[in-house]
């Protein structure tokens, strides 16, 4: 998927993602925002570099964009996900607040 299908903050999250690159992860956020992840709330940037080091960057994530839409500040995608905790497909739901996101939500597999 090209990466001008998605809005650049999401881009940059993923893209911190695939780089192995905590800083540059926790960066993408706002102060205040948040990983949701199967209704694990990490917020801030401590809670967000911390699930960064136990299920992105630190299992070996690598993270692949299948499809997106976006209407207005939401972003959904539908994505591949590799690491050592995880491997499989997820939707993600990001909602971005200017040049940053707010919130990026892994919600349960139903």
Do not use: C, Y
Not at 78 to 88: A, H, I, L, Q, Y
């Amino acid at each position: 998927m090209p990466s001008s299908d998605l809005p650049a903050p999401v881009q940059r999250m993923i893209d911190a993602i695939n780089a192995a690159d905590t800083e540059a992860f926790v960066d993408a956020f706002t102060a205040d925002g948040f990983v949701s992840d199967w209704g694990t709330v990490k917020a801030g940037p401590d809670g967000i570099r911390a699930w960064a080091g136990t299920d992105a960057i630190g299992a070996g994530a690598r993270m692949t964009v299948l499809s997106s839409s976006t209407e207005g500040d939401t972003t959904r995608i539908r994505f591949d996900w590799v690491s050592r905790k995880f491997t499989g497909e997820s939707d993600g739901i990001f909602v971005t607040d200017g040049e940053r996101l707010a919130s990026f939500t892994i919600p349960p597999a139903h």
